[in-house]
């Protein structure tokens, strides 16, 4: 009998639409823990869910050529630039699907001792989502789901829950890119200074090596055994016809 392996995808420089997209075939196919790490070459505006468009500049993002999707996912926008998505997802039964702070703590303190590890020290949030306005950047908030790196956010967190699986998503930044953030959402660049921070490149080998080794130590928090890669499968039906639809492709 083999060794107990979990399974993940992962995919580098593919399409923003279709990666966002897999992360709902990513909910349909967790009988058991599956996971989802990605990465983009270009960057993309990811909104959350619920967020309204004109949260942010839409006309900036035309005329630098940044697309503007919407995730499954709850939360605010994240600016991805060659930044890393870990995305988890586990059936309903599972004892960390339970309730949104118990899938939020194991999986966030997975990433803060994996980081750890590389020499990375980052601090839990502690705020709470509050009814009302929120930042439309994602990176603004410092909840309990968030880590920061000497006061500046590196990694924001959301949830997608469904009758049979549950989906937590992380985004861990790499690189700040504060005149770009600036301008897509249209405020003063010393505000995006302010509050982003990022892992320190000389951290890790590469950004593969590193999200590789966010899977390991995931999957051995989840009992899961070693990780097993491979790429991500192909879309079909409705998910396929993501990248046209102006639902989830705004712009």
Known sequence: MG???????????????????REELLLASAD??????????????VLGYGQEPSSVDLGACRRLGVPVLRRATGGT????????????ALPAGHPWAATIGGLYDPFVESLRLSLATL????????????????SPICFEDHLSETLAVEGRKLLG???????????????????VHAALQAEVYGVAQERIEKVLGCVPRGSYASPEAL????????????????????????????LAGRASDPKWVIA
């Open 3 to 21: 060794c107990k392996a979990m399974e993940w995808w992962l995919a580098q420089g593919g399409f923003p639409a279709e990666d966002l997209a």
């Open 32 to 45: 058991r823990p599956l996971g989802f790490l990605y990465r983009w070459d270009r960057p993309a505006l």
């Open 77 to 88: 926008g994240v600016l991805y630039d060659g930044d890393v998505a870990v995305s988890l």
């Open 119 to 134: 020499g990375v020290t980052t601090e839990r949030g502690s705020g709470r989502a509050r009814a009302g306005n929120r």
């Open 157 to 175: 967190c959301a949830q997608a829950r469904r009758r049979e699986a549950v989906l937590v998503h992380g985004a861990l930044l790499l690189s």
């Open 211 to 238: 999200m590789r080794a966010l899977a390991t130590d995931l999957s051995a928090r989840l009992g899961e055994g070693e990780p097993r890669f491979s790429p991500p499968p192909a879309l079909h039906g409705p």
